[in-house]
């Protein structure tokens, strides 16, 4: 069963890249983002260091419901909270 802010994110979250060229679910990594958040991550850095220690966890991977999480790079989840901040 998919969680409810998962459900909630995928309805106000666009995803801005066509499906062949997404390489990241923007619900998913906002999901994980927040968890970390709640973690203790308190900046980006500390959100990527979660993301690659936790993410391929069965228990994580199970509560989303997926096989596979491709997190992004360090620069390109700069890239993404930049994106969150303005809009």
Do not use: C, T
């Not at 409810?4 to 679910?25: C, F, N």
């Not at 927040?34 to 308190?42: E, F, S």
């Amino acid at each position: 069963m998919e969680p409810e802010l998962l459900k909630i994110l995928k309805e106000h979250i666009s995803e801005q890249a066509r499906p062949q060229g997404r390489q990241y679910s923007l619900p998913v990594i906002m999901f994980l983002s927040i968890i970390a958040i709640l973690m203790g991550a308190k900046n980006p850095i500390e959100v990527y260091k979660w993301m690659k220690a936790n993410a391929k966890r069965k228990e994580i991977k199970k509560l989303l419901g997926v096989e596979f999480i491709r997190i992004p790079g360090r620069s390109r989840l700069y890239d993404f909270f930049e994106i969150v901040d303005k809009d």
